[in-house]
T-cell receptor
Framework: GAVVSQHPSWVICKSGTSVKIECRSL??????MFWYRQFPKQSLMLMAT?????????EQGVEKDKFLINHASLTLSTLTVTSAHPEDSSFYIC?????????????FGPGTRLTVT | TQLLEQSPQFLSIQEGENLTVYCNSS?????LQWYRQEPGEGPVLLVT?????EVKKLKRLTFQFGDARKDSSLHITAAQPGDTGLYLC???????????FGTGTSLTVIP
């Protein structure tokens, strides 16, 4: 099966610091990865589309300077939350597009719980 | 952003009952997926539908894609406590390969 991992699983940081979250596709190459955020008892909100070797495409209302995305290889994308504030506390989930499979199927990571104090 | 509305938002039923969750939009999607998510975990893909009118069955779960590819439904027969979770539909617009998630349906099956 297609496996996507995220690291760390959870992180607590102080307000004003930056946090990096990694998303890896373990057994397939992913040209495209996606980053979502999810608040408690709510659905997933697409933040950005990350393409290997090019700049990420951000959804409307998402600050690109605050949520830095780097897709350095076909198996790794990173999301850096810069100058984090308590309102950035959320569940961040990535997914990877296994483009060799028709139907645009995504496989999701287990998520990263970020708490900013 | 493509808006996908799910109904109901919350559903609490007794074990053995049947239920249907709806996912509606005014937009047309090239494909639509259903996921189930448990607290603190990522969503797990249940099914992908790509053809208007398509019906897929997965054990006690039946998924249908609307003829116009704007809506979908998930029907669960004889619900079990293990079916408890957040059910999410997600649609891919005709252009691009992003998926936009529906508003979610939180299901609780009481033993």
């Amino acid at each position: 099966g297609a496996v996507v991992s995220q690291h760390p699983s959870w992180v607590i940081c102080k307000s004003g610091t930056s946090v990096k979250i990694e998303c890896r596709s373990l057994d397939f190459q992913a040209t495209t990865m996606f980053w979502y955020r999810q608040f408690p008892k709510q659905s997933l909100m697409l933040m950005a589309t990350s393409n290997e070797g090019s700049k990420a495409t951000y959804e409307q209302g998402v600050e690109k300077d605050k949520f830095l995305i780097n897709h350095a290889s076909l198996t790794l994308s990173t999301l850096t939350v810069t100058s984090a504030h308590p309102e950035d506390s959320s569940f961040y989930i990535c997914s990877a597009d296994r483009t060799s499979v028709p139907g645009y199927e995504q496989y999701f990571g287990p998520g990263t719980r970020l708490t900013v104090t | 952003t493509q808006l996908l509305e799910q109904s109901p938002q919350f559903l609490s039923i007794q074990e053995g009952e049947n239920l249907t969750v709806y996912c509606n939009s005014s937009s047309v999607f090239s494909s639509l997926q259903w996921y189930r998510q448990e607290p603190g975990e990522g969503p797990v893909l249940l099914v992908t539908v790509v053809t208007g009118g398509e019906v897929k069955k997965l054990k006690r779960l039946t998924f249908q894609f609307g003829d116009a590819r704007k809506d979908s439904s998930l029907h669960i027969t004889a619900a079990q406590p293990g079916d408890t979770g957040l059910y999410l539909c997600a649609g891919a617009p005709n252009t691009g390969n992003q998926f936009y998630f529906g508003t979610g349906t939180s299901l609780t099956v009481i033993p």
